[in-house]
Structures are given as structure tokens and as C-alpha cells.
């Protein structure tokens, strides 16, 4: 990968909750193997994103998958024997991880996150308009999966109110339902609370889903991937315990914030920058916009 910086391991663990800065390889070797009941995992897409520290476009596709392969085994290792995990990639990659993993694990459903963006306007071919997810299982007979934890409205019943006369005795359709495997969920805009400086954050009604559904109360998520440690946030809410890495300083402290609550990290403030809109003052918001750019 181009431009990765030199870098120490950085760790804080509160409540439950351990934070690594550090190279996926380095961070996932300080896991015990067989420890986590859920991984979710968010890599670099191999698509050119500019992260903090990191340029997320390798030499040729071979090297980006080849880096994919080895944290993906590694990756398996940590989880227990009744665990799973939930994976992403770029569409393009998305059938390469398919093939590798379904020797590996089982593949129990191929999901589709579908958003509708503005910023994606393609003129001469259908412009890309969702994200693949493999959610995939150890043991298929032996796994968490919380299905009255995540159901959702059921059209026909609930705003329909049909009733299926086919039954012996006619009965009103359900009302909820467990999701299909296409989910719609709104990426993070820029006036969302949750907005973090990240580009490629994560919705934290996305990791919701996954986590109540594969997890219990006290199960411990790991996230090789941390970005703004959405997953990590969304464990705490959940009262699951979390492990997440990332490479970046920057993103590392918006972990401290977001998960742990630390507003001082090495005499920097964690502190959100406040958004254009919450400037009053002209000069300041210049400055940002600057800073920005
Ligand atoms: C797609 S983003 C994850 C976004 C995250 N799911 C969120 O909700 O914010 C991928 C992350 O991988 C991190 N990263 C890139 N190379 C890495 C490496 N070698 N080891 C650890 N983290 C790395 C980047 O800093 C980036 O934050």
C-alpha cells in the first residue's frame, strides 16, 4: 500500500472496550485466537480514498488481495466457535473475498446495503448505488443470530392489513418481519449528529442491525478496521464489549472520544470540529473551510 507511515502500537482499554492504533497486523496479534463472538470488517476498498495516513490504492489488484487474504485468515482465527462475521468490500473485489471465504466459512447471506447519493452521478454508465456485505458463520448449525431483535415493519400487514383467506381460518398478515438481505440505510451526511471527519463512516443503524442480531449483551465485536470506531460506539450503546483498530492517529482520537469519553489525547483535544453551520463568526468558518480543503 502507498503511504503508510511508520508507527508504534497505541492502546487504551476502559469498560470493556479496547482501542489499538496500530497496523491491522500488529493489532489483531496482541487478540487471543477463539476470543470474539462477532467480527465486522471495513477495510480500504482498493478504490483511490485518501485516508488520514493511508492511500487506499495498491500497486495491482493481485497485491490488494493477497493483503486481504492474510487479515481474513487471521481474522477467522479470533473468532469462536460459534461466532461470525460480517465483511465489506468494493463491488468490484466483493466476488474474489466471496470465493476465498466460502471455503473458510459458511456464507449465510450475501447482503446488499443500497443508498441513494447525489454525490454519485455517472452519465455514462449506471452509477454505483450500493455496498455488498458477506455475513458468514463458523458452525451453520450452532450460531447467534437474534432475529426478534432487528424485525421490521411488514408492509402487507402493517399498512395493507391484509388477511390471507388462504388459511383455514382467515388470518391478518404479520406486521413485522425479519430483513431481507437488501437494507436501506442513508449514508453519514455532513449535518448528521453523527457525522465524524472520516470519509467512508459508517451508519451507525447499519452496525445496530448486525450487532443485535449476531450478538448478545456482554459478547465482545471486533473491528480490524475502525475508521471513526462506529462499531465500537454502537457496542458500547448495546452493552457489548469492543476491540477496534486503526492505523490513523486522527481516527484513533476520534475513537477516545466517540467510545470512551477522553477529551484529551497527548495534549491534543479530541474534540469534533465544529461544523460550518456552527460558526457564527465569518473569519473562523474561512479558516475551516481552508483546513478543509
Ligand atoms: C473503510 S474505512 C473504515 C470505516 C469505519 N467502518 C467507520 O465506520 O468509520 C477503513 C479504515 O482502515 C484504516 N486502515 C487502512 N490501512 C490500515 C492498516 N494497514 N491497518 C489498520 N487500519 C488501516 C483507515 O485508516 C480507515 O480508517
Redesign the pocket.
Known amino acids: ?1 502507498i503511504c ?1 507511515l511508520e508507527k508504534t502500537v497505541e492502546k487504551t482499554i476502559i469498560n470493556g472496550h479496547l482501542l489499538i492504533c ?3 497486523f500488529e ?1 489483531l496479534s496482541l487478540i487471543p485466537d477463539d476470543s470474539v463472538d462477532l467480527v465486522f470488517v ?4 482498493n478504490i483511490g480514498k485518501i ?4 492511500h ?1 490504492k495498491w500497486k495491482n489488484d493481485d497485491d490488494y488481495l493477497n493483503w486481504c487474504y492474510k487479515w481474513i485468515d487471521i481474522c477467522i482465527k479470533k473468532i469462536k466457535k460459534n461466532g461470525s462475521m460480517y465483511i465489506m468490500t468494493s463491488t468490484q473485489f466483493m466476488p474474489y473475498f466471496d470465493i476465498y471465504i466460502r471455503n473458510k466459512l459458511s456464507i449465510l447471506s450475501r447482503i446488499v446495503w443500497a443508498y441513494d447519493s447525489s454525490g454519485v452521478q455517472a452519465k455514462k454508465y449506471f452509477g454505483s448505488m450500493y455496498e455488498p456485505i458477506l455475513f458468514c458463520v463458523k458452525d451453520e448449525k450452532n450460531y447467534c443470530f437474534n432475529s426478534d431483535a432487528i424485525l421490521v415493519e411488514a408492509k402487507t400487514g402493517a399498512k395493507r392489513k391484509l388477511i390471507d383467506y388462504r388459511k383455514p381460518i382467515p388470518t391478518p398478515y404479520n406486521t413485522e418481519k425479519v430483513p431481507g438481505n437488501v437494507w436501506d440505510f442513508a449514508r453519514v451526511r455532513y449535518r448528521m449528529e453523527e457525522y ?1 471527519n ?1 470519509p ?3 451508519p451507525t443503524a447499519l452496525l445496530e442491525r448486525i450487532i443485535k442480531a449476531s450478538s448478545n449483551e456482554g459478547d465482545t465485536i471486533l ?9 465500537s460506539f454502537v457496542a458500547n450503546e448495546l452493552g457489548r464489549k469492543s476491540i477496534g ?4 492517529d486522527e ?1 484513533y482520537k476520534i475513537g477516545l472520544r466517540r467510545v470512551l469519553g477522553i477529551k484529551e489525547h497527548n495534549g491534543e483535544s479530541t474534540e469534533r470540529e465544529p461544523k460550518i453551520y456552527e460558526i457564527k463568526n465569518t473569519s473562523e468558518q474561512m479558516s475551516l473551510f481552508e483546513r478543509a480543503k
Open positions: 500500500m503508510t496500530a497496523d491491522v493489532g471495513d477495510p480500504p476498498y485516508f488520514h495516513n493511508t487506499d465524524e472520516h467512508t463512516q459508517k473491528d480490524p478496521f475502525s475508521g471513526s470506531f462506529t462499531t483498530i486503526d492505523i490513523s481516527y
